[in-house]
């Protein structure tokens, strides 16, 4: 049965736009205030009928609209222009225009999140999450062909009779009675609950704060991160200049780096000799790096016919007896120091290995252009290997 | 109930009896237009040259007036818009500068070696840029093409307006299909054609400078202040009784909502073209606003941020000022004001570009003061044979019911 305590409120159906209209005209002119209109889609002219007054939810919007914009504003000039000034393609540390699109992307953001914060929390009655004319027959109606109309029970002129006989004299049908939902209350909002909660994050937020900043440091602890020792970009207060980071020593070697003792010095008569053996792989890389940057100039089997049509002079032929006469140290040096101030070092692209591989790869090329007899049998010998392999 | 759609033989011609504009109107515009144009003549002889720029201002402030009234009237036919049907004639005899708009471009086709540097031969000569570009910027292809798109403008204006008179005495639907078909063909071609006719006569005054949005620019600010002369006419007929008595406050609510939509538009457009420009500070784009932040520019540049979207927006975002006659009379003059100091800060500062020296006349007023004489003539002249209500039209009925 209808507890009275618990009664919303009292709705109606009505069948047209029309008859809403009119229904709604005459429940404001009978007085009621608190009283509502669902319908399927918006009415145009209801809310005149309704004398509806004009929503405050605009200055939420507003207000938070403007927090967003201010906010973002100090936060951009906080960070950009006074705890941190970076010069960005040399603009001002304070750059109005770069600043703009991200001000209105967060007012916008800021005002239509709380717009409908603030609107659920109106209408649902926050922590509540349903309203009561939700699940009723009423608003299965209204959401798909009826028009509806509830007079609340909180109205001061409410009178559970006359207003069902106001709606049935305006033409409502199925007038219904609708309760508030029992709304017990939420056991995760006790007072009680809540404060255990402050409590126990509190304590936890202490211990661990204790513990990771104070108690780690009593001894017996020593960790390695916890030592006295310059860290790089820091300011230093030992050394004259304030910098942390040292530079080496003169002369200093770095780890796996062999030094070049002839880097710059174009005719020596002292040499390195080839520490890499002629195998697959090596030359492999040397024909790789050798196809990259000598043949541009020398050709590409090393004739000293160039791919440069004449826009570059052209590179010697690495078939001459003088070139088939140079030592691998010397062949390296020039790669390394570049010859006559035509052809340029290749220190910076070549690594020293790449080099060295790339000087067996020429004494193959020079060997294939002047082979002796004995290499025509080993081919001979590996054709035929490869051939009954290949059956 | 539901409405009844209303019937061919439908007249609201018992709601609407034509009342003549007082006599007032047409003197006052003749007034304007007299001593305008009599200043302006003064101001030519004085400098031919900085006349040709004053006059450039008026003619692109007359243009953007009305084309923004036709894109109204457009727009309203493709749309299918209901609310603004008691204002389209308005809107119409608003557009009818359209066709004055190719007598007037003749002074300009005459004092172009005046505006534009590259009419210089010796500065083609020596630039390689500007020789590249003589195949575009080259006078006979310049005059032809800008005629020819006036001379679109103005058929489509022709066709449109008198369709939309004849269905007032012979009350035909179809002819508002006809226009529905002329307005959805109307809308891409003025898009287009706007923005050619803005490079032409005022981006091609700051030499090697391009912007592609400056079309987009220009178009914004042609349908706001296209919609502020309407709201300013419709709301001052309406509230003196000439357009019927069943028009409502919320037939007004829809014009301060497009002056609104477009002022914050144009600070769309006008802001992405600063900052991309500003941010990229190519010396070929930025000395565009160099020129508009040198000496007295820079304030007229930051009034022009002020009065051209912060002043109209705060006074239109509140709901209420969208129906308050007054509060809509003041912003739509104050619109067409700061439209008059926007095409002022578009032409001017340019005038360096070709060695002349800017400084503040009083003769500059001579134009502007031309130009709104012009449009009252105009607008009294034609409302003069014409019902100030579309009274053949058949969304005329549903108009009247309409509300917010």
């Given at each position: 049965m209808v507890d009275e305590k618990r009664l919303f409120g009292i709705a109606a159906l009505f069948d047209t736009p029309d008859e809403i209209l009119h229904a709604a005209k005459k429940v404001s002119e009978a007085g009621y205030k608190n009283y509502d209109v669902n319908t399927p889609y918006p009415i145009h002219g209801i809310d005149k009928a309704m004398k509806l007054k004009s929503s405050k939810l605009g200055y939420v919007t507003l207000f938070f609209g403007f927090f967003g914009a201010s906010s973002i504003l100090f936060f951009m000039w906080w960070t950009l222009s006074i705890n941190y000034p970076l010069v960005i393609g040399g603009k001002p540390y304070f750059p109005l225009p770069a600043f703009v699109p991200i001000t209105f992307e967060f007012t916008v953001l800021n005002a239509v999140i709380s717009t409908f914060i603030a609107m659920i929390a109106i209408v649902f009655n926050l922590p509540f999450n349903s309203h009561p004319l939700h699940d009723t027959n009423y608003m299965k109606n209204v959401t798909s062909d009826k028009y509806g109309l509830v007079i609340e029970s909180e109205d001061p002129n409410?009178?559970?009779?006359?207003?069902?006989?106001?709606?049935?004299?305006?033409?409502?049908?199925?007038?219904?009675?609708?309760?508030?939902?029992?709304?017990?209350?939420?056991?995760?909002?006790?007072?009680?609950?809540?404060?255990?909660?402050?409590?126990?994050?509190?304590?936890?937020?202490?211990?661990?704060?204790?513990?990771?900043?104070?108690?780690?440091?009593?001894?017996?602890?020593?960790?390695?991160?916890?030592?006295?020792?310059?860290?790089?970009?820091?300011?230093?207060?030992?050394?004259?200049?304030?910098?942390?980071?040292?530079?080496?020593?003169?002369?200093?070697?770095?780890?796996?780096?062999?030094?070049?003792?002839?880097?710059?010095?174009?005719?020596?008569?002292?040499?390195?000799?080839?520490?890499?053996?002629?195998?697959?792989?090596?030359?492999?890389?040397?024909?790789?790096?050798?196809?990259?940057?000598?043949?541009?100039?020398?050709?590409?089997?090393?004739?000293?016919?160039?791919?440069?049509?004449?826009?570059?002079?052209?590179?010697?032929?690495?078939?001459?007896?003088r070139v088939i006469g140079f030592s691998d140290g010397k062949i390296y040096n020039i790669i390394t120091n570049g010859q006559n101030g035509i052809m340029p070092s290749y220190a910076y692209q070549i690594t020293r290995d790449e080099r060295w591989a790339i000087i067996n790869y020429i004494r193959v090329l020079q060997r294939a252009q002047n082979p002796k007899p004995t290499d025509f049998s080993a081919i001979s010998e590996i054709n035929k290997e490869s051939g009954n392999a290949s059956n | 109930m539901p409405q009844t759609e209303s019937s061919i033989n439908y007249t609201e011609k018992t709601y609407y009896i034509k009342k003549e504009l007082p006599k007032s109107l047409s003197t006052l515009g003749f007034t304007l237009l007299i001593i305008g144009v009599i200043l302006s003549l003064i101001s030519y002889i004085i400098d031919p040259a900085r006349a040709s720029f004053g006059y450039l201002t008026a003619y692109i402030f007359l243009l953007c007036i009305g084309l923004g009234s036709l894109f109204l009237v457009s727009m309203e036919y493709t749309a299918g818009a209901v609310w603004s049907v008691p204002f389209r004639r308005v809107s119409e005899l608003f557009a009818s500068s359209i066709p004055f708009l190719l007598l007037l471009i003749i002074p300009l086709f005459f004092s172009m070696r005046h505006l534009f540097a590259w009419m210089n031969p010796e500065v083609v000569a020596g630039d390689k840029v500007w020789q590249a570009r003589m195949s575009y910027l080259n006078v006979p292809f310049f005059v032809i093409r800008d005629i020819v798109i006036l001379l679109v403008w103005w058929l489509f204006y022709h066709l449109i307006i008198r369709n939309s008179r004849k269905q007032d005495t012979n009350l035909d639907q179809k002819l508002t299909t006809t226009n529905?078909?002329?307005?959805?063909?109307?809308?891409?071609?003025?898009?287009?054609?706007?923005?050619?006719?803005?490079?032409?006569?005022?981006?091609?005054?700051?030499?090697?400078?391009?912007?592609?949005?400056?079309?987009?620019?220009?178009?914004?600010?042609?349908?706001?202040?296209?919609?502020?002369?309407?709201?300013?006419?419709?709301?001052?007929?309406?509230?003196?009784?000439?357009?019927g008595s069943k028009i409502k406050k919320d037939h007004y609510y829809s014009l301060g909502t497009w002056m609104?939509?477009?002022?914050?538009?144009?600070?769309?457009?006008?802001?992405?073209?600063?900052?991309?420009?500003?941010?990229?500070?190519?010396?070929?784009?930025?000395?565009?606003?160099?020129?508009?932040?040198?000496?007295?520019?820079?304030?007229?540049?930051?009034?022009?941020?002020?009065?051209?979207?912060i002043v109209p927006f705060l006074f239109l975002v509140p709901r209420n000022s969208k129906t308050n006659p007054k509060i809509l009379i003041f912003v739509s003059i104050w619109i067409i004001a700061t439209q008059y100091l926007d095409s002022y800060w578009l032409v001017m500062p340019s005038m360096v570009n070709n060695g002349f020296t800017y400084s503040f006349s009083l003769l500059d007023f001579a134009f502007p003061i031309a130009a709104v004489g012009l449009i009252i003539v105009l607008f009294a002249a034609v409302a003069k044979k014409q019902n100030l209500l579309p009274i053949g039209d058949p969304k005329l009925k549903r108009s009247w019911d309409f509300h917010l």
């Amino acid at each position: 049965m209808v507890d009275e305590k618990r009664l919303f409120g009292i709705a109606a159906l009505f069948d047209t736009p029309d008859e809403i209209l009119h229904a709604a005209k005459k429940v404001s002119e009978a007085g009621y205030k608190n009283y509502d209109v669902n319908t399927p889609y918006p009415i145009h002219g209801i809310d005149k009928a309704m004398k509806l007054k004009s929503s405050k939810l605009g200055y939420v919007t507003l207000f938070f609209g403007f927090f967003g914009a201010s906010s973002i504003l100090f936060f951009m000039w906080w960070t950009l222009s006074i705890n941190y000034p970076l010069v960005i393609g040399g603009k001002p540390y304070f750059p109005l225009p770069a600043f703009v699109p991200i001000t209105f992307e967060f007012t916008v953001l800021n005002a239509v999140i709380s717009t409908f914060i603030a609107m659920i929390a109106i209408v649902f009655n926050l922590p509540f999450n349903s309203h009561p004319l939700h699940d009723t027959n009423y608003m299965k109606n209204v959401t798909s062909d009826k028009y509806g109309l509830v007079i609340e029970s909180e109205d001061p002129n409410f009178d559970e009779y006359r207003v069902s006989e106001l709606l049935k004299s305006l033409g409502g049908n199925s007038i219904e009675l609708i309760q508030n939902p029992e709304r017990k209350a939420i056991k995760v909002l006790e007072p009680k609950f809540i404060i255990f909660l402050i409590i126990v994050a509190g304590i936890t937020a202490m211990s661990t704060w204790w513990t990771l900043n104070k108690f780690m440091y009593l001894p017996p602890w020593n960790f390695m991160s916890n030592q006295n020792k310059g860290s790089a970009q820091a300011e230093s207060s030992f050394f004259y200049d304030k910098h942390e980071m040292r530079e080496p020593v003169n002369g200093t070697v770095a780890r796996g780096f062999i030094p070049y003792a002839f880097e710059g010095v174009v005719d020596t008569n002292e040499f390195y000799s080839n520490p890499l053996l002629p195998t697959k792989s090596v030359l492999a890389l040397g024909q790789k790096k050798f196809l990259t940057f000598c043949s541009p100039c020398h050709g590409n089997y090393g004739e000293g016919v160039s791919r440069l049509h004449g826009f570059f002079p052209a590179g010697p032929t690495l078939h001459s007896a003088r070139v088939i006469g140079f030592s691998d140290g010397k062949i390296y040096n020039i790669i390394t120091n570049g010859q006559n101030g035509i052809m340029p070092s290749y220190a910076y692209q070549i690594t020293r290995d790449e080099r060295w591989a790339i000087i067996n790869y020429i004494r193959v090329l020079q060997r294939a252009q002047n082979p002796k007899p004995t290499d025509f049998s080993a081919i001979s010998e590996i054709n035929k290997e490869s051939g009954n392999a290949s059956n | 109930m539901p409405q009844t759609e209303s019937s061919i033989n439908y007249t609201e011609k018992t709601y609407y009896i034509k009342k003549e504009l007082p006599k007032s109107l047409s003197t006052l515009g003749f007034t304007l237009l007299i001593i305008g144009v009599i200043l302006s003549l003064i101001s030519y002889i004085i400098d031919p040259a900085r006349a040709s720029f004053g006059y450039l201002t008026a003619y692109i402030f007359l243009l953007c007036i009305g084309l923004g009234s036709l894109f109204l009237v457009s727009m309203e036919y493709t749309a299918g818009a209901v609310w603004s049907v008691p204002f389209r004639r308005v809107s119409e005899l608003f557009a009818s500068s359209i066709p004055f708009l190719l007598l007037l471009i003749i002074p300009l086709f005459f004092s172009m070696r005046h505006l534009f540097a590259w009419m210089n031969p010796e500065v083609v000569a020596g630039d390689k840029v500007w020789q590249a570009r003589m195949s575009y910027l080259n006078v006979p292809f310049f005059v032809i093409r800008d005629i020819v798109i006036l001379l679109v403008w103005w058929l489509f204006y022709h066709l449109i307006i008198r369709n939309s008179r004849k269905q007032d005495t012979n009350l035909d639907q179809k002819l508002t299909t006809t226009n529905i078909k002329l307005s959805a063909a109307f809308i891409p071609i003025f898009g287009f054609s706007v923005s050619i006719f803005s490079f032409d006569w005022l981006m091609s005054m700051v030499p090697k400078w391009f912007s592609t949005i400056f079309g987009v620019y220009i178009f914004a600010d042609a349908a706001w202040v296209g919609f502020a002369v309407v709201t300013l006419a419709s709301v001052l007929l309406t509230e003196n009784g000439y357009l019927g008595s069943k028009i409502k406050k919320d037939h007004y609510y829809s014009l301060g909502t497009w002056m609104f939509a477009f002022t914050i538009f144009w600070a769309y457009i006008a802001f992405s073209q600063y900052m991309l420009q500003w941010y990229g500070n190519l010396p070929e784009e930025i000395i565009y606003y160099v020129h508009r932040w040198n000496g007295g520019w820079k304030y007229v540049s930051l009034i022009l941020v002020i009065a051209h979207f912060i002043v109209p927006f705060l006074f239109l975002v509140p709901r209420n000022s969208k129906t308050n006659p007054k509060i809509l009379i003041f912003v739509s003059i104050w619109i067409i004001a700061t439209q008059y100091l926007d095409s002022y800060w578009l032409v001017m500062p340019s005038m360096v570009n070709n060695g002349f020296t800017y400084s503040f006349s009083l003769l500059d007023f001579a134009f502007p003061i031309a130009a709104v004489g012009l449009i009252i003539v105009l607008f009294a002249a034609v409302a003069k044979k014409q019902n100030l209500l579309p009274i053949g039209d058949p969304k005329l009925k549903r108009s009247w019911d309409f509300h917010l």
